[in-house]
RNA sequence: GCCCGGGUGGCGGAACAGGUAGACGCAAGGGACUUAAAAUCCCUCGGGUUCGCGCCCGUGCCGGUUCGAGUCCGGCCCCGGGCACCA
């Protein structure tokens, strides 16, 4: 088992640091890892620190500028001018995953959309398969997970249709747009291009419109993304002059600029068909556009101008030429066949899904391992030359972009082709590239000929228990993902996916919200360890709640996981000092009076429980039980010798059990009871199985269903015995009433259910 | 709108595989110890009813399946999360 730990160090809050107090961001970053360091050992976790590994270590970027030079070379890496999401906070593109309701998911700021120059991994590259491997992961991960990757590849199907310009555009003949349904285009009555679109500002070219709708793209696309969503509800548009033609029909199809169509997804152009589609439904009311219904619903007809909203749902295609009188769901298939006949289009799967921006105006970061040359261009820095090391000598202004850019001795360089001067690439990659493979660093932490050990990876990935926060679902988890994908694609691991099984911790709430400086609501672990040790915080976070939920913080709860250890000590030191060990030696059950032999058979119901309840992570149960077992084991009265054997078993099991959970007091008691040595060394308890199986059970009787009597009977008890210890009891008898029972349901050792 | 979760005491949460609902803890109330307090220990603690034994009701709501439903099925309500002008 390996059990590693690191510290993603890259990122623009040591920056901002830097910015706000004059401390070197690799100062202040180091700093916190020593102190985040020390709080971990306090608590007593069992990492593995001769693996620990920090990402902002050129031994540890260098691997990943190697790894980007091949992605270059592939393809997978490459360089674009487009519209990006700007935050004009932390100064820096954002990647679309790192949006939230159009804000930073790092600091809320409003995000801006630009058009910029940066580089970009191909994540649609593997769309496909990423989708597809979510079903494959659905034993070892969180369904809402899943959903939430699916939902956010957005995969959808239909086709792709040319609908022939009047005249061509700008080289273009026809414009191509993407619709899902195939089977209203004989609806189509107008069509509308994207403002960002690089063909709207041809189409308009020379026509009368064209001042009035460049003024329109100009207002749109100076819009920030939080408008853009915002203003849902109205839809605006322009003419542009230019007309189209529906390949169907041959009508003339006029043309519109409007800020509701997306550039990014599909073409950026679409065919608008109001009638079923009620976006396309509100711009056409708005801009007095015919609407013509195509589909009808099974018996009805639909008039244009009695409609006051889309009609979307499935039915019968009308007004459709040969088409009509299809169901829309087969008709989609016959046009799509249409069109591939005639050459007029394709059938097209699309998804939401698009390239990972990783390119950051930020110092705090790898840099990207490029060279800009006159004359050869974009080169990518050769292995020998790696890392391009992030120079520390630097100036933090927090003005004017990044720091980078400005250090003349960074970005001048020589060319590694030709040996003449160039210029680096100042951008960093954007800090989820780090985390995208340091799980396959630990298995190797050490490598210096290669990002990893093929064989170490090999024999311990993938990661067979993955644990963090849902806020991760779709960011890290996904880019992790495609990441070991693009390894495995260069050949360096064998790996399809990086974590088998996926555990969503919950965050620590305190007064309804998490905890965060800007609320106030902090609890400082060292605050805690120092009032109560470390092993009453683990002890309690574990057992508020499952750990998959929200644990609710609360200081009268951590006052009862304190009780609980102080009386599991007290109990020990107190009461039981000078029994003697028992060294695995069991009291004989014959010589145990019916308490004692009670409470042998509870410590062993205890040990199968709790070795049960870690298993499956069950943490909150597993220290109910030692609880109960310690409720037990303070109320006996021995009644004699082997009884109080009894009570020392229950004590060093107890010990034992919480070794994982509270494991200072533990070993602490341990050497109390008279043991030498760590309980690190000592094996995991077992269970006797007989004498569990062996207890007597409760037998509930029922009479109509309803519970009437609770009788004690031997483990071994037939469904017959059960029957006539039921009937024969008296309080049942009072509810039979001397009726004649009509049937007699028995669940083995369980159950007697009588029906009257 | 679509897709996932989830609704159990005052609270956090238990309940294997349809078989005693509320384990364990917190809070609250009462009592013991103490000059007093803290700590500790004991009792009560879903609702109604009863002097009490007990009885009736109760797992968001309505219905169904079953000898038996928190658990399964159908319909609805509410809360949380994700996606969303995605054509």
Redesign the pocket.
């Known amino acids: 088992m390996l059990h590693p730990i690191g510290w993603a160090a890259f990122g623009p809050p040591a920056e901002n640091a830097a910015i706000a107090r004059g401390v070197h961001p690799a100062v202040w970053t180091y700093d916190n890892i020593a102190q985040m360091k020390a709080q971990l050992r306090q608590l007593g976790f069992s990492y593995d620190w001769t693996r620990e590994i920090a990402t902002c270590d050129p031994s540890y970027y260098k691997w990943e500028q190697m790894v980007f030079t091949r992605m270059f070379e592939k393809g997978l890496a490459y360089r674009k001018s487009t519209t990006v999401n700007w935050c004009p906070s932390c100064e820096t593109v954002l990647a679309?995953e790192q949006v939230?309701?159009g804000l930073c998911w790092r600091c809320g700021s409003v995000v801006e959309l630009k058009v910029m120059d940066g580089w970009f991994f191909k994540t649609t590259e593997y769309t496909e398969e990423l989708l597809e491997y979510t079903n494959k992961l659905k034993d070892g991960w969180p369904?809402?997970v899943l959903?939430?990757q699916?939902?956010?590849i957005?995969k959808?199907t239909?086709a792709e249709i040319d609908f022939p310009l009047e005249e061509t555009v700008g080289g273009e003949s026809g414009l191509r747009?993407?619709?899902?349904?195939p089977d209203t285009v004989f609806g189509v009555t107008y069509m509308s291009i994207?403002p960002e679109h690089p063909l709207a500002a041809q189409l308009i070219k020379g026509k009368p419109e064209e001042k009035e709708a460049l003024k329109f793209i100009k207002r749109i696309t100076k819009q920030s993304s939080l408008e853009?969503?915002a203003?849902?509800?109205?839809?605006?548009g322009v003419f542009t002059g230019t007309f189209a033609v529906n390949p169907f029909t041959g009508g003339r199809i006029p043309v519109y600029i409007a800020?509701?169509?997306?550039?990014?997804?599909?073409t950026?152009i679409?065919?608008c068909?109001p009638a079923h589609?009620q976006?396309d439904f509100?711009f056409a009311k708005e801009y007095g556009l015919p609407i013509v219904p195509v589909i009808e619903p099974e018996g009805t007809k639909l008039r244009a101008e009695d409609m006051t909203g889309a009609y979307e749902e499935p039915g019968v295609m009308v007004n459709s030429e040969q088409f009509s009188g299809l169901p829309s769901e087969s008709g989609k298939e016959k046009i799509i066949e249409y069109i591939e006949k005639k050459k007029i289009g394709k059938r097209r799967v699309?998804y939401?899904l698009r390239d990972w921006g990783i390119s950051r105006q930020r110092y705090w970061g790898a840099p990207i391992p490029i060279v800009y040359c006159d004359t050869c261009g974009v080169v990518p820095v050769p292995d020998k030359d790696l890392p391009v090391e992030l120079p520390l000598d630097i100036e933090f202004t927090g003005k004017g972009g990044s720091p980078l850019a400005k250090a003349e001795s960074f970005v001048n360089t020589v060319c590694p082709e030709c040996g003449g001067k160039a210029k680096r690439e100042t951008d960093t990659m954007d800090t989820f590239v780090e985390s995208s493979w340091y799980f396959l660093r630990y298995a190797s932490p050490h490598f210096n000929e290669g990002m990893f050990d093929k064989k170490e990876v090999g024999y311990w990935l993938p990661v067979d228990r993955y644990i963090g926060g849902?806020e991760h679902?779709?960011l890290h988890l996904l880019y992790a993902r495609f990441y070991t994908k693009v390894l495995r694609d260069l050949g360096m691991c064998d790996l399809d996916e990086p974590f088998t099984n996926l555990l969503t911790q919950g965050m620590v709430i305190k007064d309804g919200a998490k905890m965060s400086k800007s609320v106030g609501n902090i609890v400082d672990p060292d605050d805690m360890i120092k009032k109560y040790g470390a092993d009453t915080v683990r002890l309690f976070m574990l057992?508020?709640?499952?750990v998959q939920?929200?644990?609710?913080w609360?200081d009268?709860?951590i006052?009862?996981?304190f009780?609980?250890l102080?009386?599991l000590w007290?109990l020990i030191s107190d009461r039981f000092p000078k029994i003697e060990p028992l060294k695995g030696k069991t009291p004989d059950a014959d010589k145990l009076s019916v308490s004692g032999k009670d409470l042998l058979t509870k410590v062993h119901k205890t040990i199968k429980k709790v070795t049960d309840d870690l298993e499956k992570f069950?943490f909150?149960?597993a220290?109910?039980?030692v609880?109960?077992l310690?409720?037990d084991t303070?109320?006996i009265i021995p009644a004699g010798d082997e009884d109080v054997k009894v009570v020392r078993e229950s004590v060093e099991a107890m010990v034992r059990l919480l070794y994982p959970i509270a494991p200072h007091v533990s070993e602490e008691l341990w050497s109390e009871l008279g043991y030498k040595g760590s309980l690190v060394d000592e094996p995991w308890l077992e269970w006797n199985k007989g004498l569990v199986a062996g207890a007597a059970i409760?037998v509930?009787v029922?009479v109509?269903?309803?519970?009437?009597a609770?009788l004690t009977m031997d483990a071994d008890v037939s469904d017959e015995e059960m029957k006539e210890a039921a009937f024969a009891d008296e309080?049942v008898r009072g509810?039979l009433a001397g009726k004649e029972p009509r049937?007699v349901?028995v669940?083995p050792k369980?159950?007697v259910?009588i029906?009257v």
């Open positions: 679309n939230e309701d369904e809402r959903a939430m699916k939902n956010w957005g959808s239909g747009i993407f619709t899902t349904r994207a853009r969503i203003e849902g509800a109205k839809k605006e800020n509701f169509v997306l550039v990014e997804y599909g950026g679409i065919m068909v589609d976006r509100e699309n939401r849902i679902a779709i057992f508020a709640a499952p939920k929200d644990l609710d609360s009268e709860g006052e009862g996981a009780r609980f102080n009386r007290r069950q909150n149960t220290i109910a039980v609880m109960e310690l409720n303070s109320r409760t509930v029922q109509n269903g309803k519970v009437r609770q309080k509810y049937k349901f669940v369980k159950i259910n029906v």
